[in-house]
């Protein structure tokens, strides 16, 4: 395992340099604008180099995936990523293209999510012709959700890290066979990280993982979520599954509210995301990620330790955090527009 990790980190760091300094020859390059604060032309070149590692490693390791359907399917979602990131799709063919990448998965790449657990506390709910539309639900929602996150230095990477972290640490412990395909995602996202977070000089520039990366890699976490809550390969139950991606859902879903309220459409880019709100607070973009990091993993052991309960218990306690969390940020939204609103005080003479 200590081979593997230092060998894949070695691959991950020579794959980052390389596709930093190819870059601007492939126009992977974040400009600046009106909702985009950094300074300066960054590389999108972070996803690119994780899914690169992550094939290498298949590769050179003879790590069989999940299935090598599934890793064909993630092949072209990355490809219309990377494209995505250079000549932007629109956001109606980008969902179609995440919600055909899902039903790909369920129909040709084996992993389908056909067993919704005991949520009623009598007996499995076997999904039968739901199976293939809530799976593509599942990897589009996740895709959107990674895609919409990532919107300061390490959120979207470290959401992504999270799940597939404790899906790790839950494989060694059981002895599953596909634990060294998690750590294969694992290690380049903390190298990618040390990118994108560290000291940005010449050794480790910054980087973004850009649409390819998070839409990517949103893929492969919704995969491995199915892959490890069904059948024999279960590790989790199918609701955990839930917990292990709390934040980026309710962000999600609590952002689309927002722009319904306002009569904005769904898909149409603001800033009203759970970070900007906390950095309008006041809050710096660090300590936002800390929060935010440290609330995900919260809800993600919550999960975890809800397994030894009944699972409608575990259901409906998420129910009311997800909720609570939309409802609050519809409050907030009506409070910072009606003061907005109010007429500005006469301090003339």
Known sequence: MIALIITTAVAALSINWAAIYMARSFGLLDIPEARKHHSGAIPL??????????????????????????????????MVGVFDDRRHINATARLFIQFASGIALATFGGIVIVNAGNLLAMG???????????????VAGLSNAYNMIDGIDGLAASMILLPLLI??????????????????????????????????????????????????????VAASLVYFSQGENALILPVTALWLVT????????????????????????RSHMHHTMIG?????????????????LCAFLGIA????????????????????????????????????QPAPDTAA
């Open 247 to 270: 934040v980026p859902l309710m962000d999600m879903i609590a952002t689309m509210l927002r722009r319904w309220h306002k009569g904005h459409k769904l898909m149409d880019a603001d």
């Open 45 to 78: 070149t972070g996803g690119v180099a994780i899914f690169l590692t992550v094939i290498l490693g298949h590769i050179a390791f003879g790590i069989p995936p999940y299935s090598n359907n599934m890793m064909i399917i993630a092949i072209v979602v990355f």
């Open 281 to 297: 607070m006041g809050f710096s973009p660090r300590q936002t990620l800390v929060f935010m990091v440290g609330y995900a993993a």
């Open 167 to 220: 899906l790790y640490g839950l494989a060694v412990t059981a002895g599953h066979p596909m634990a060294n395909v998690l750590l294969l995602m694992v290690v380049p996202l903390f190298v990618f990280l040390v990118f994108n977070l560290g000291p940005d000089n010449r050794l480790f520039p910054k980087i973004f993982l850009g649409d390819g990366g998070s839409v990517t890699l949103g893929f492969l």
């Open 124 to 138: 499995d709910i076997p999904l039968q012709l739901l199976a293939i539309p809530l799976t593509a639900l599942a």
């Open 306 to 341: 809800l397994e030894g309960g009944p699972e409608s218990s575990s259901l409906l306690l998420y129910t009311f955090l997800f909720a609570g969390h939309c409802v609050l940020a519809l409050l907030s939204d009506r409070r910072s527009r009606r003061i907005s609103e």
